[in-house]
């Protein structure tokens, strides 16, 4: 599988995916330090991507999110922004509503078509 088709299964697969250096009990930078906390404060469950240990995803990513910096958070298949967003969207309660509202969605039964 080449590595956009292995970046669009991981946005689609993971509803809270975030593309970070390091882990989010480990991040290897500040600013992946700050939004992995932010996420976490949300008390949601999400998937994190190490481009650390994921070179291939580390160079293909900005070129597929047209965003050139690391970490990214995306939300149901939507990227959100990096860590400036992201702190500011938890300072002012955007982060916690987007988050709940798209794990809430989630764990909804998918209705037949």
């Known amino acids: 599988m080449d590595i956009i ?6 946005i ?14 480990a991040p290897q930078c500040g600013f992946s330090a700050k939004a992995s906390q932010a996420i976490m404060a949300c008390g949601e469950k999400f998937a994190y991507v190490d ?12 070129k597929y999110a047209n965003w050139p ?13 990096g860590s400036d967003i992201v702190a500011e969207m938890a300072a002012n309660g ?7 509202d798209a794990s809430a969605k989630a764990a909804q039964p998918k209705a037949d078509a």
């Open 94 to 100: 955007e982060l916690q509503t987007l988050v709940k």
């Open 69 to 81: 910096t690391f970490p990214q958070l995306w939300v149901a298949g939507e990227l959100v922004g």
């Open 51 to 62: 481009i650390l240990q994921n070179p291939e995803i580390r160079a293909n990513l900005p």
């Open 12 to 25: 689609a697969n993971n509803t809270i995916l975030l593309y970070m250096k390091g882990s989010p009990n």
């Open 5 to 10: 088709e292995t970046i669009k299964e991981q």
